[in-house]
């Protein structure tokens, strides 16, 4: 089956570690997302890449980092720098490139808390 | 980007017909409008998009006004498994940031048995 798929679905953090959410997908899209979604409010965009080994800031970038080194892969890192980062981190996909107009494929979610 | 507008929350009674507006006076003439809808602690997913005439699907329909500046996502028969958030976004596929996906903060439709 085609998708995307995150994981761990839960994560538990301590304060001050960094941690890795990860994000495959099968889908061959060029296009990859990471949201981040507090309760009760839309999603916000963290970084977004357009093809492999580029990747761009979205709103709220600092205190993450990401790479993309294969065209299946969009890890996200939250580092210590981030200040509130207990949330609920959504990562999706799309056809991408300039033209395309094709909708975007979001996985099930990761839960972040920190303790 | 163009923004859109939506209500906060809206109930609908089970079997009957859901009508969800979203107003986007700012729409440029490239802007393609999208549906999602996010299920409780799930992913949001595709319902629909249309760029100027009406549309349907087998989830839903979209009704585009005559000026583009509002839209309504069209639930023939609500069902439990309707309530969730709904989203309206505009995106321009021909900017080169058009690929970006942006939400806001969406309506909310209960479903009353």
């Known amino acids: 089956d085609g998708g995307i798929t995150q994981s761990p679905k839960y994560l538990f953090r301590k304060e001050g570690q960094n941690v890795t959410l990860s994000c495959e997908q099968n889908?061959?899209?060029?296009?990859m997302y990471w949201y981040r979604q507090d309760p009760g409010q839309g999603l916000r965009l963290i970084y977004y890449s357009q093809i492999v080994n580029d990747f761009q800031k979205g709103d709220i970038a600092e205190g993450y980092s990401v790479s993309r080194e294969k065209k299946e892969s969009f890890p996200l890192t939250v580092t210590s720098a981030q200040k509130n980062p207990t949330a609920f981190y959504l990562c999706a996909s799309s056809v991408g490139g300039v033209g395309m107009n094709t909708e975007a494929f979001f996985g099930q979610g990761t839960r972040l808390t920190v303790v | 980007d163009a923004k859109t507008t939506q209500p906060n929350s809206m109930e609908s009674n089970e079997e009957e017909p859901v009508h969800l507006p979203c107003n986007h006076s700012t729409i440029s003439g490239t802007d393609y409008i999208h549906w999602y809808r996010q299920l409780p602690s799930q992913g949001p997913e595709y319902v629909i998009h249309?760029?100027?005439s009406n549309v349907n699907n087998r989830m839903a329909s979209l009704a585009i006004a005559e000026d583009r500046k509002s839209s309504t996502l069209i639930l023939h028969r609500a069902t439990l498994r309707d309530a969730a958030v709904y989203y309206c976004?505009?995106?321009?596929?021909?900017?080169?940031?058009?690929?970006?996906?942006?939400f806001g903060t969406g309506t909310s439709l209960t479903v009353i048995p």
């Open positions: 889908l061959n899209h060029d296009a």
């Open positions: 976004i505009l995106r321009d596929p021909l900017s080169n940031t058009g690929n970006q996906f942006y």
């Open positions: 249309g760029l100027t």
